[in-house]
């Protein structure tokens, strides 16, 4: 038993309505009609929006049911069965219209109830797939639509064929349609780097998907601005890229305080590479955590036992040292101002003497704390005389200089 | 010295839906997602299996400041799988 359906039935000739509509009812279906005329056909699957619609091809008036059927299924989606004498199914001009009519299903007449049962089942499929299709094609529109990153298809020569309204706006365009039609080549108006989007077609053919791959990009006014894009390939039956899918974030925040730090952090190195003294961060264990260029050096001086291991380490980026801390003696012979502080904590200073070569020092120690108060290292001063002054654009060059002596 | 954890994936039964992992060497399980892993504070990395490999001073004087320690095996994928 098919579920009830409302049915439009469209037949100008009296006895055959009546059939159809005896039929339907039997069924346990609702009729609505019938229409006699192709237009009042087409007027009551506006006002009524039934199910499904049992057409004649033959109507009074001056729309015949194939025109009607086109109407029908164009304006209203609605489902559509054409109904038709025998003797007319055999005129291929008119089954040609009828197959172009959009209608779904095709009876002729007289109509059986096996039929009008087979058709109507049909009609209640295809409209329970038409309802699940247009439900996930809307979720997935919704999702397109209102994402707040922004989600592109773009074509191998570099135009953009879909956009979301977030990647439009990101870009400072006015919406989807605006940056599709605008933009007709990426290289000229999109990417800052001549070859940033052969780099991602080439990663993309090789390896399908492309994440975090991150780009200066133009917005409409001209503006720069960091992008990071996610990509993948989709491929046509001959296994060529035939378009893209990107979804793309905007990092311009991200990579500006990135910048911005690196700055503060060049700006405190060369800081502490242009003083004369040397300067090292100890932890308690006397390891070595950072130094100056000028300590860097003094250590790496001729004929030092650790030098080639500190040439090693020298070159990393944040300029940590894998060394102990320098071997001084007191000037007394007792115990020396680090010496000291690890006993006994607080600031510490006196002359001491550097080994190997004793040349004399100042060496004071001041604790260095952890953000929650405790100390858990040592900054060390070391100050000798006659010790020039480094510049700041010396510190790094000294620093690859003694990255550059490995197996000294 | 301080001695850190290194995990890698282990395969459970149980409901809990968040990554297993587990120490290479104490044993000890956790359940966290692979990216905790690779940034643990000093009180979660410590190991205290013999055989577990020493922190670096300068990562150790890192994760006082507020940084993390890695403590992701460098075979996590791979290690308790039976091949
Ligand atoms: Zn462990
Ligand atoms: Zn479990």
């Avoid at chain 1, 069924?27 to 009524?48: K, N, Q, S």
């Avoid at chain 1, 007319?88 to 197959?99: G, K, P, S």
């Avoid at chain 1, 100056?292 to 050096?297: L, Q």
């Avoid at chain 2, 120490?23 to 009180?43: K, N, Q, T, W």
């Amino acid at each position: 038993m098919t579920q009830p359906l409302r049915v439009l039935v469209a037949e100008d000739d009296a006895v055959g309505a009546a059939l159809l509509c005896g039929l339907l009812v039997r069924e346990g279906h609702v009729v609505i009609g019938p229409a006699a005329m192709g237009e009042e056909a087409v007027r009551l699957a506006r006002d009524e929006r039934p199910d499904a619609v049992l057409m004649d091809i033959w109507l009074a008036g001056d729309m015949n049911g194939v025109e009607a059927t086109r109407a029908i299924t164009a304006d209203f989606d609605i489902p559509v069965i054409l109904v038709t004498g025998a003797t007319e199914a055999t005129d291929h001009e008119l089954m040609e219209q009828v197959a172009g009519s959009g209608a779904l299903g095709f009876m002729s007449k007289p109509v059986t109830g096996d039929a009008l049962r087979m058709n109507l089942r049909i009609v209640s499929h295809h409209t329970r797939l038409h309802a699940r299709l247009r439900d996930s094609e809307q979720r997935y529109r919704s999702i397109f639509d209102n994402a707040v990153v922004g989600i592109y298809m773009a074509d191998p020569e570099g135009r953009y064929l879909v956009s979301n309204r977030a990647f439009a706006e990101m870009l400072g365009w006015s919406g989807p349609g605006d940056l599709v039609s605008g933009v007709r080549s990426m290289d000229a108006q999109i990417y800052e780097a001549p070859s940033r989007r052969q780099e991602l077609l080439a990663r993309l053919r090789a390896e399908g998907t492309v994440t975090g791959f991150v780009s200066q990009v133009y917005g409409r006014d001209g503006d720069l601005l960091w992008v990071s894009e996610h990509c993948t390939a989709v491929y046509d039956w001959a296994g060529e890229l035939r378009h893209y899918e990107g979804i793309v974030i905007d990092v311009t925040a991200r990579i500006e305080a990135e910048q911005r730090w690196r700055t503060t952090l060049g700006i405190l190195r060369s800081t502490i590479d242009a003083m004369p003294d040397h300067v090292v961060l100890l932890d308690l264990e006397r390891n070595v955590i950072m130094a100056n260029a000028s300590w860097v050096r003094q250590m790496c001086g001729p004929g030092h036992p650790e030098a080639a291991a500190l040439a090693d380490m020298a070159g990393q980026e944040d300029g940590t040292v894998m060394v102990r801390c320098p071997d001084c003696v007191s000037e007394d012979g007792g115990p020396t101002p680090l010496d000291r502080f690890l006993r006994e904590g607080g600031l510490q200073s006196g002359p001491v003497r550097l080994l190997p070569g004793g040349e004399p020092c100042v060496c004071s120690v001041s604790p260095y704390r952890a953000p929650d108060g405790t100390v858990i290292g040592a900054v060390l001063v070391l100050r000798s005389d006659g010790d020039g002054c480094l510049t700041a654009s010396e510190g790094p060059a000294v620093r690859a200089d003694m990255a550059g002596r490995r197996g000294v | 010295m301080m001695r850190k954890h290194q995990f890698a994936k282990i395969d459970c039964n149980c409901t809990r839906r968040a990554t297993h992992l587990k120490c290479v060497f104490c044993g000890v399980m956790e359940y966290r997602s692979l990216d905790e892993a690779r940034r643990m504070s000093l009180g979660q990395a410590e190991c205290q299996h013999a055989d577990a490999p020493q922190v670096p001073p300068q990562e150790k004087f890192r994760a006082m400041m507020g940084g993390t320690l890695d403590c992701l095996a460098p075979d996590y994928d791979t290690h308790f799988k039976p091949d």
